[in-house]
Structures are given as structure tokens and as C-alpha cells.
């Protein structure tokens, strides 16, 4: 095989090899609320990293309302299936604002009694094929 022959093979080699990676691992869609005493948590950080099988983690931070849906990359929503230490980080209270739609200001909105700023707790949870909801309660003050 000539030179340029081999160029050409080895080119369409990783270029396959690369078409067959694209995909990436399977992932289950995850999504929930965090809370405290019944009432929602904004602006938390939820890291859901995966333990068995290891691998990439998937992450989000918690809406106005509590809720959220992990993200895996910026093309692919959801976390990898297997067993996961899942990560929760409250906001500070500096990051924790909305604007008022009236006046157009910003202001912080209600938190529930108990709030603590940078609490960072953890759980187990598994993540399956298809959609998965992982609601979490955290404890007020950080108990």
C-alpha cells in the first residue's frame, strides 16, 4: 500500500473510531426537588457523580421552585446509569436573588426557616434507564 494509501486508511480509521464514540455512555433523565421543611430550595447545586460504574458527573442548579434537571454535557441532558453519590450545595445568600417582575428590582426571595447558606450534604441514589425522579428533603440548619 502506498503512502498516501495508508494516510487515507488511518484518516478513515479515527474518523470511525470518533463516529462511534459520539454517543457516549447510556443515561438515564433525571430530575426532582430539593426542599426544606416542605418549602423550596432555589439556586442549590446538585452534582449527581457516578460511583458504579465511575465515570462523568451530570449536574444542575435548582430553579425559583426547587426543581431540576441534571444536564450530562451541553448536548445531552441526564446522568449515567449505575450507583451515585449525589452532592447538594445551597447557595449563598449573596447568590440567592429573582428579580420582582412589578418593579423590576431584584430582591431574595422566601427561603424556609432554617436556611443555611453553603450547607453541603450528600445521599446514594441509582440512576436507571429512561426517567428517574430524585426528590431531596434537607434537614433545616444543616442537622
Do not use: W
Request: glycine share 16%; with cysteine; charged share 25%.
Amino acid at each position: 500500500m502506498s503512502e498516501n494509501g495508508r494516510r487515507i486508511l488511518g484518516l478513515l480509521l479515527m474518523i470511525g473510531a470518533a463516529a462511534g464514540c459520539s454517543e457516549g455512555p447510556e443515561l438515564g433523565e433525571v430530575s426532582g426537588t430539593v426542599s426544606m421543611g416542605g418549602k423550596p430550595i432555589p439556586f442549590a447545586y446538585v452534582v449527581f457523580q457516578p460511583v458504579d460504574p465511575p465515570g462523568t458527573y451530570g449536574s444542575a442548579y435548582t430553579l425559583i421552585d426547587g426543581t431540576y434537571e441534571i444536564q450530562f454535557s451541553q448536548s445531552r441532558s441526564g446522568a449515567m446509569v449505575g450507583q451515585h453519590k449525589v452532592s447538594i450545595r445551597t447557595a449563598g445568600l449573596d447568590e440567592v436573588e429573582v428579580e420582582d417582575k412589578k418593579t423590576g428590582l431584584m430582591k431574595k426571595p422566601d427561603l424556609p426557616e432554617g436556611y443555611k447558606a453553603g450547607l453541603e450534604l450528600e445521599f446514594d441514589r441509582e440512576v436507571r434507564s429512561g426517567g428517574n425522579v430524585h426528590d431531596f428533603e434537607l434537614p433545616a440548619g444543616g442537622k
